[in-house]
């Protein structure tokens, strides 16, 4: 059986996503200036590079970087849930932009939750003891 592991990025640190995949992935497919990826491990590089670059640029480059090098990646992945003792095998990996989807509605915190109901009130019939009174 396969299972799919989704996972949603809503923010990212993209200079340390960059800093950490530099050694696994072909230097060409880098989307940097040679200068920027030989200073890359020093603090701040990185970061003053893309803060010139627009957020939807920056996510751009990384979809591309991550999908040019997925094998590279799967395998890296897989040596590391290995050192960490999981048998794994990771049949594909990529990033792509999530489309606006509503979400799915929460389920209940706690399964005994008992929904709301109308509650009409109900008036006794006449003659009934609860109608009755002392003067009757």
């Given at each position: ?16 996503l960059?800093?950490i995949?530099?050694p696994?992935?072909?230097r ?15 603090p701040?590089v990185i ?34 849930a290995?050192?960490w003792?999981?048998?794994l095998?990771?049949?594909d ?15 209940p915190?706690?399964a005994?939750?008992?929904q709301?109901?109308?509650v ?17």
């Amino acid at each position: 059986m396969k299972l799919r592991l989704v996972i949603d990025i809503d923010d990212m640190d993209y200079a340390g996503l960059i800093r950490i995949l530099i050694p696994h992935i072909k230097r060409a497919d880098l989307p940097l200036p040679e200068k920027v990826i030989d200073a890359a491990a020093k603090p701040g590089v990185i970061e003053g590079f893309l803060r010139f670059i627009p957020k939807k640029k920056q996510d751009q480059m990384v979809m591309g970087l991550v999908n040019k090098n997925r094998s590279r990646i799967i395998k890296r992945g897989e040596k590391i849930a290995e050192g960490w003792g999981l048998q794994l095998s990771i049949g594909d990996l990529y990033i792509r932009p999530v489309e606006e989807e509503p979400k799915p509605e929460k389920a209940p915190a706690d399964a005994q939750t008992v929904q709301e109901e109308t509650v009409q009130t109900v008036q006794p019939a006449p003659g009934t003891p609860s109608e009755m009174t002392e003067d009757t």
